[in-house]
């Protein structure tokens, strides 16, 4: 997706505001595609490959935007990074980016890109690290449940769903903010969002929960188009 079209979804997500139809999306020519981001450490970016297959065919079922149905995947320090307004990470480990991707992810940050990171357990002490490198002066927040976030499509009163069980914790989502409160980054920890996305038999989770999944990874779209 280049520039003219990031625009385009950004045009129209301010009209439909301004006209009092924030739920009803509108639909849109050109394909976005997600992205997932490519890093080193050995931790194991790839993780659920059917992820975000599956949460964009829900999209296109449930919304009148148009994801295109398969993934990309990119590293920070790719050329194209600037052609896709949002990117997804994921993993169980280490994270380990040099300092011209870390300020890569900066400038994107910064210029209106969105990324939201779903720690698959094990990936929060990595990322929160690469945070601080990538802005030591700002901290991630937890959103309150009455954030927009939880409420711009699908209804989610209690916050993030809960989908797989770890250390006996609730779901927390946190976000970082760029100086126009605009939110840059959505972390999710103890959810495994992204693992309800995955295919029904990847971890035989039940209908209803990867439903729950499925709506707040749409909500998650829906919100970092809108803004």
């Not at 729950?212 to 919100?223: D, F, R």
């Amino acid at each position: 997706m280049n520039l003219k079209i990031f625009v385009k979804y950004l045009l129209i997500m301010i009209l439909m505001m301004a006209a009092g139809a924030v739920a009803q999306e509108a639909a849109i020519e050109n394909d976005l595609r997600l992205a997932r981001v490519r890093y080193g450490g050995g931790g194991d970016w790839y993780n659920d490959p059917s992820a975000l297959v599956n949460l964009a065919e829900y999209i296109n079922k449930n919304t009148r935007i148009r994801v295109a149905p398969d993934e990309v995947k990119i590293a920070l320090s790719d050329q194209g990074l600037s052609s896709f307004p949002i990117l997804f990470m994921t993993g169980h480990g280490v994270i380990e980016l040099g300092s011209p991707e870390i300020e890569r992810l900066r400038l994107f940050l910064l210029a209106g890109g969105f990324l939201y990171v779903d720690d698959d357990y094990g990936l929060d002490k990595a990322f929160r690290r690469i945070m601080h490198k990538a802005f030591p002066n700002r901290n991630l927040q937890e959103l309150s449940f009455s954030h927009g976030i939880y409420h711009n499509h699908f209804k989610f009163p209690n916050g993030l769903p809960k989908i797989h069980e770890h250390d006996k914790k609730p779901p927390q989502g946190f976000g970082l903010f760029d100086d126009n409160n605009r939110l840059m980054v959505f972390y999710t920890y103890e959810t495994n969002l992204s693992d309800g996305w995955a295919d029904p038999d990847t971890h035989g989770d039940p209908p209803q929960r990867r439903e729950a999944a499925l709506k707040m990874g749409c909500n998650i779209i829906v919100w970092a188009l809108m803004h």
